[in-house]
């Protein structure tokens, strides 16, 4: 079975400083994988999506993700933080065999101005 | 384009009390997901609906039911209501089979239950 760690719960960063948000996953076949975001009071959002294509994978907001495979893991980045990216993160892994998407447990960024 | 609406937003029941939340996908999409996000567990997958039929279950006791209509629009059901049941519950769509891996959840915006 597939599963999802999310190191740190909590990450603060200054505004305009690099955000770094860690995922390391485990599956037993090939991954699909996810970042959604969610602001308060609201549903997830889809920040971007790996399946296999290229390893580097660009999403909303100047957001990106790697696919490393050799350190299974699939770390968010963004090279400059906004105070509207304080929201909460979640990273989350899929495959192709009918099992649901599973998530990891979130990582809170908060933006310092 | 409308996107995935959930009712109740906001609703307060009692223990032992029942509660049915509904959800309306986007259109189009056929296979509907209800997750349970609280701050402690995350986000747990409680099923997953596709052309009214239960494709995958969660490890939720049977107090947990849920149910999807020929308009694909989904119900889901929490009987003899706990105060552990308080969460948010959030229902997502999406275009795919539940076989495709690299199917784009789209979420509601959630129902929260709390239970008194």
């Known amino acids: 079975a597939q599963s999802v760690t999310q190191l740190g719960s909590h990450v603060s960063v200054s505004e305009g400083a690099l955000v770094l948000l860690r995922c390391n996953y485990s599956?037993?076949?090939?991954?699909?994988l996810f970042w959604y975001v969610q602001y308060p009071n609201q549903g997830l959002q889809l920040l971007l999506k790996?399946?296999?294509?290229?390893?580097l994978v660009k999403g909303i907001n100047g957001f990106e993700a790697e696919f490393k495979k050799s350190e299974t893991s699939f770390h968010l980045t963004k090279p400059s933080a906004h105070m509207s990216d304080a929201a909460e993160y979640f990273c989350?892994?899929?495959?192709?065999?009918?099992?649901?998407?599973?998530f990891g447990k979130g990582t809170r960024l908060s933006v310092i101005a | 384009k409308a996107g995935v609406t959930q009712t109740p937003r906001y609703l307060i029941k009692t223990r032992g009390q029942q509660v049915t939340l509904s959800c309306s996908p986007i259109?189009?999409?056929?296979?509907v997901s209800w997750y349970q996000q609280t701050p402690g567990q995350g986000l747990q997958f409680l099923f997953e609906?596709?052309?009214?039929?239960?494709?995958n279950k969660g490890n939720f006791p049977g107090r947990f039911s849920g149910r999807q209509f020929s308009n694909s629009r989904s119900e889901m059901n929490v009987s003899t209501l706990e105060l552990g049941d308080s969460a948010l519950y959030l229902c997502?769509?999406?275009?795919?089979?539940?076989?495709?891996?690299?199917?784009?959840?789209?979420f509601g915006a959630g129902s929260r239950l709390t239970v008194l």
């Open positions: 609906y596709f052309s009214e039929t239960q494709r």
């Open positions: 989350a892994v899929s495959n192709s065999g009918n099992t649901p998407l599973v």
């Open positions: 259109s189009g999409h056929r296979s």
């Open positions: 790996y399946t296999s294509a290229a390893t």
């Open positions: 997502a769509s999406s275009l795919g089979t539940p076989s495709s891996g690299a199917n784009v959840l789209t």
């Open positions: 599956s037993s076949v090939p991954p699909y």
